[in-house]
Each structure stands twice: as structure tokens, then as C-alpha cells.
């Protein structure tokens, strides 16, 4: 069968990928220890599932506009307010299925075939491929443990080429739970408004900080890097609900046009009853999201630690999301029974066979010296998961 070019060049998530495999491995009966996840492990709140209950049987059940209800829209504005002090339209709001949605409708609407768009190392890896669905080329800013992987102003300038149209930003970040400073954000932001870049900063984990630190937009620096900024939110991380597939762009009005615009071809609007939970979410309490949030701290804490006293691993603390990150380079060479680790990948996969610890290798957000490990997982599974990984290592000539 002959695809189109485009179809040919996609790469499918690794992430979900290895997510199925450890799947498939249990429901043969083999007890894994998961860490692969990219999603929180928590069931969504109860009033939330409430509200979608009652919005089925009111028979809310219809098309809603293409870009949402207005009540999400204005929820959404006001939780902006509230939050990250922004001052918003709900005109500028574009509801879609999930973040993900919103961060393909940008870049669809945003880049032109041959225009580039800086990723900060190490990325998310939809974003890679986001990038060149809309025939834009992706071009890597790399990072290091030495500056917390977060990139600089002076790299950022650096960088810039004529073609170059957008810089990505992710804080929290994913895969490495850095967190950018209000200072560190507006010295990006001069860059941009300097170079005149357009900034899609997707901001899915903000609620997810830890250790007393604060979430900044960088949007809120100033009224002209809001004017170019594309911010991308949601509900999948925040409450636990990431099969109900609400996310969000919020845009100058004509990028919310466009989004909105293109998305009437496509997918219309979201799913009617889960943008009524989404309402619930975001206006009812607050009282879970700061449960989770203190949760995931406590078991940060614990695989850091863990992972911290394994024999030639560093590991950084990330400051937000629920991702670690650690250096596992000083394991390659090193041998597992007749099979030598030369990267990332032979890591995960003898991880998974011989010790049934799902991962992430690194090489799939582009650094391969590493491992991803979620610890959006229960703290036994975290305590056997440290037990298992520890006599791994061990066995390693
Ligand atoms: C999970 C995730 C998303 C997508 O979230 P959805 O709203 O579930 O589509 C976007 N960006 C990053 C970095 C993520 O980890």
C-alpha cells in the first residue's frame, strides 16, 4: 500500500509504546513495575465525574461550538486570572481534545513548509513530529544537567536563523521536571521580542511544582510577549483526566481564529459532557489537585533517593511534573549476562525482560544517556521498583 509522504515519515510514540508492551506483559500474568506511565495514577475526582453524569442525563449530548461551551471558556479565563494574574477574552480560547490537539492546531495554523521551530532538549516527542506534520523543520536546542536542562538567552539568540518562527517552551517540563524562573523567563522573552519569535508555551503541568516553587507563564511578563505567546493548558495532568481528552490553546485573537477554524474541519468540538467536567474542574475545589500534588513530591522524594544511592547513576531533583530523570551513561559497556548496554534502549529493554521495570529510554525525548521514570505510580510500586532496579545493577559485569 502506497502512503503519502507525510504518513511515512511519522515516527509512532515510543512512549506509548513501551506503555503497551509493559501492558501486554502483564495481562500475561507478570507482575510489572510500571514506571513508563505518562499520566497521573489517581482516579478524577469525584464531583467532576458527577458533573458529566448529570450533563448525560440532561441530555447535554449535542454539537457544542467548534472552540467549546463558553462556560469552559470563561473558566478557563478566570482560572488564567486567578492563577497566572492574565487577562484573557474567552474569545481567545480554543477548547480541543486534549493539549495535544491545541498544540497540533498551533502548529498547523503557525508554520509555513521550511520554517523552523527550537525545541529545547530534551523534548516531549510529539513535538518533534508535530513539527514536521506541518512540513516545518524542528531544530534541537541542546541542554545538560549543568544548567538544570533548561536552554539560555544567549543560546536562544544564537540559534535563531532567518526561517526561524516559533521557540517551544514546556515548563514543568517533560521528560525533565525543570522549572523555569520568573528572571529566567524574561530574559527568554527578550530574545523573542528581539528576534520577533512567536513562543507556544505548553504549560500542562503548571499545577505540578514542588518544593514551595511557583509556576510563571510567560505570558504574564509583559503585554507584548503575551501578544506572542500561544499558551497551551489542560485538565489530563491537573485532575487526573487524561481520557477525557479537554485541553486548551489561548491565543491573540486571530491564531484562536484560525485554531478554531481549522479544527471545524477536523475533529468540531470536543466531547460535550466531558467539557461540562472540565467546567467542574476548574470552578469547583481545588482540595485534590493539592493532594496530588503533595503526593507527588513525597514519591519524588523516594525513587530520587533511590536512584540517587544506585552504583555509577546521577539523577538531578526536578523541580515540577512527575518525571525523573536519570543519567544512566555510566552503566553503558557494562554487561547483562551475554548482552552489553551500549544505550538508552538496550537499558529499558533488559530493564523490562529481566527485571520487569518499565522506562522510558532517553533516546526518545532525544538523549540517550538517560532513562525516564514517572512517578505517577503508588509507593509500593515504587519501593519493589527500587528493590528490583538495585539488584539489576548488582548483576551487571
Ligand atoms: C501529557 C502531555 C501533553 C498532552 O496532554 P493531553 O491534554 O492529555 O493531550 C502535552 N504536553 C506534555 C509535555 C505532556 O506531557
Redesign the pocket.
Known amino acids: 500500500m502506497q502512503l503519502a509522504d507525510r504518513a511515512r515519515g511519522i515516527s509512532p510514540s515510543p512512549t506509548l509504546s513501551i506503555d503497551a508492551k509493559a501492558k501486554a506483559m502483564q495481562a500475561q500474568g507478570i507482575k510489572i513495575i510500571n514506571f513508563s506511565a505518562?499520566?497521573p495514577d489517581f482516579d478524577t475526582p469525584e464531583h467532576i465525574k458527577k458533573a458529566a453524569v448529570e450533563a448525560l442525563a440532561a441530555g447535554f449530548t449535542k454539537y457544542t461550538p467548534v472552540p467549546g461551551i463558553n462556560e469552559l471558556r470563561e473558566a478557563v479565563v478566570a482560572t488564567l486570572k486567578k492563577n497566572r494574574s492574565l487577562d484573557y477574552d474567552p474569545s481567545q480560547v480554543v477548547i480541543?481534545?486534549?493539549?495535544?490537539?491545541?498544540?497540533y492546531n498551533a502548529m498547523q495554523v503557525l508554520l509555513n513548509p521550511g520554517d523552523e521551530v527550537l525545541l529545547c532538549h530534551p523534548y516531549?516527542v510529539?513535538?518533534y513530529e508535530q513539527v514536521k506534520l506541518a512540513g516545518a523543520v524542528p531544530r534541537v536546542l541542546e541542554t545538560s544537567e549543568a544548567t538544570g536542562f533548561k536552554i539560555t538567552p544567549e543560546q536562544l539568540a544564537a540559534a535563531v536563523t532567518p526561517r526561524t518562527r516559533v521557540l517551544l517552551l514546556?515548563s514543568p517540563?517533560?521528560?525533565a521536571g525543570s522549572v523555569y524562573t520568573r528572571e529566567e523567563l524574561a530574559a527568554l522573552a527578550e530574545v523573542i521580542l528581539a528576534k520577533n519569535l512567536l513562543v507556544i508555551s505548553?504549560e500542562?503541568?503548571s499545577a505540578l511544582v514542588y518544593d514551595g516553587r511557583e509556576h510563571v507563564s510567560i505570558a504574564s511578563l509583559g503585554p507584548e510577549i503575551k501578544e506572542r505567546t500561544i499558551l497551551?493548558?489542560?485538565?489530563?495532568?491537573t485532575y487526573a483526566?487524561?481520557g477525557w481528552?479537554?485541553?486548551w490553546a489561548v491565543a491573540p485573537r486571530p491564531v484562536a481564529k484560525a485554531m478554531a477554524d481549522l479544527q471545524s474541519h477536523s475533529t468540531s468540538n470536543p466531547t460535550s459532557i466531558a467539557q461540562k467536567a472540565a467546567v467542574a474542574a476548574l470552578t469547583g475545589t481545588q482540595e485534590p489537585v493539592e493532594e496530588m500534588r503533595r503526593e507527588f513530591e513525597r514519591r519524588r522524594d523516594r525513587l530520587l533517593a533511590g536512584l540517587q544511592a544506585l552504583p555509577d547513576v546521577t539523577c538531578l531533583k526536578p523541580e515540577g511534573?512527575f518525571y525523573l530523570f536519570p543519567n544512566v551513561s555510566g552503566l553503558f559497556g557494562r554487561r547483562y549476562g551475554e548482552k552489553v548496554l551500549a544505550n538508552s534502549t538496550d537499558v529499558a529493554e533488559v530493564l523490562l525482560q529481566e527485571a520487569q521495570v518499565a522506562v522510558v529510554p532517553g533516546i526518545a525525548f532525544g538523549a540517550d544517556a538517560y532513562l525516564r521514570f514517572s512517578y505517577a505510580t503508588s509507593r509500593e510500586q515504587i519501593e519493589e521498583g527500587i528493590e528490583r532496579i538495585g539488584r539489576f545493577v548488582e548483576q551487571l559485569t
Open positions: 505518562g499520566e480541543s481534545v486534549g493539549a495535544k490537539h491545541a498544540l516531549w510529539s513535538y514546556n517540563s517533560n521528560p505548553d500542562i503541568y497551551i493548558d489542560g485538565v489530563s495532568k483526566m487524561t481528552r479537554i485541553g511534573a
